[in-house]
């Protein structure tokens, strides 16, 4: 049966084909009643420009995600962007609005927020580690900071890292951290926000950062259990260890309710997604 589609939506990145986003997407269609096609968009930064303008000017295309590595070279391919996405200065999500302009959000640091409470990997007070200054950082960093918290930063490239620290300075606590310097803290919860698990590897940090009671998460996640990341945690005494398949829903969730104005079923959708890859 041929089936018909009131709209497209797709996702701009480089790699995409290991993204689930088509399968969530057609999950969230059928659970609001709204029937909108989704679809993958492999794209080089030479023709990140030409690929969003091709997409964008045929008239049922109306909104995409965007992914690795492009969620801060986006920003200046479009019209506008809401607070959250001005403050996180990266895109993840973006909206055709009047046929006309196109609306840049992030969903990345809500998406975030909402697994980790789900999994209760918060405290009243945290001491959090992310790994990575990357777009994907940014997006999570201001849903982070608050006054009970204390965010710091490590990144392989400590220019990337200062750079980060000195823009959400302002926002509360927030402070960089070079290599050496991680071992002389505790943290409660580390977040590795690097694309190392896309090449199969594992950011470089010192095995005294986690321990038993450390909470462990990482935003990547393949079809495997536990990312590299999170095997090395293991190896290291972890228990709670969670990859970024509740992230990716719920990001994913609020995206579907920027473009369609309903919210879908993320628990719900969690757990098919998991049987589907079989975890
Ligand atoms: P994204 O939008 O997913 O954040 P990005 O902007 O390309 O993608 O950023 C990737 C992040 O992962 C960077 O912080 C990068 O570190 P560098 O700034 O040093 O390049 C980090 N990263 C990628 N591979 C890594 C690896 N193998 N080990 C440690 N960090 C890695």
């Known amino acids: 049966m041929v089936k018909f589609y009131n709209s497209c939506f797709c996702l701009f990145g480089n790699p995409v084909h290991h993204s689930f986003s088509p399968e969530i997407h057609t999950i969230f269609s059928n659970q609001i009643n709204i029937n909108y096609f989704y679809k993958t968009v492999l794209v080089s930064k030479e023709n990140l420009k030409n690929s969003i303008k091709n997409f964008f000017v045929k008239k049922y295309n109306l909104g995409a995600n965007v992914t ?23 895109v993840n999500t973006i909206k055709k609005i009047n046929n006309k302009f ?3 959000d992030n969903t990345d640091g809500v998406g975030l927020l909402y697994d980790l409470n789900r999994l209760n990997f918060l405290r009243k007070k945290n001491n959090i580690l992310i790994i990575g200054s990357g777009g994907a950082a940014y997006g999570i960093v201001p849903n982070l900071i608050s ?26 606590n927030i402070f960089c951290l070079k290599r050496h310097e991680l ?8 977040i590795n926000a690097t694309s190392s698990g896309i090449f199969n590897e594992i950011p470089d940090v010192p095995n005294s950062i986690i321990s038993k009671n450390t909470y462990c ?10 990312t590299p990341f999170l095997k090395m945690c293991k190896k290291n005494g972890a228990i709670n260890l969670k990859n970024g398949i509740g992230m990716l829903v719920s990001q994913a969730a609020y995206s579907c309710f920027f473009w369609h104005k309903k919210f879908p079923n993320i628990e719900n959708t969690i757990i098919t997604l998991n ?5």
């Open 275 to 279: 049987k589907k890859i079989n975890l």
């Open 183 to 190: 071992k002389k803290y505790y943290f409660n919860l580390v």
């Open 68 to 90: 690795v590595p492009f969620k801060k070279e986006i920003i200046k391919y479009l019209d506008n962007l809401t607070e959250r996405a001005k403050i996180s200065r990266s």
């Open 102 to 104: 196109l609306l840049g």
């Open 217 to 226: 998460y990482d935003l990547y996640f393949n079809k495997e259990k536990y």
């Open 147 to 172: 006054k009970k918290n204390l965010v710091y930063i490590y990144n392989r490239t400590n220019s990337k890292s200062k750079k980060l620290v000195k823009y959400f300075k302002k926002f509360g």
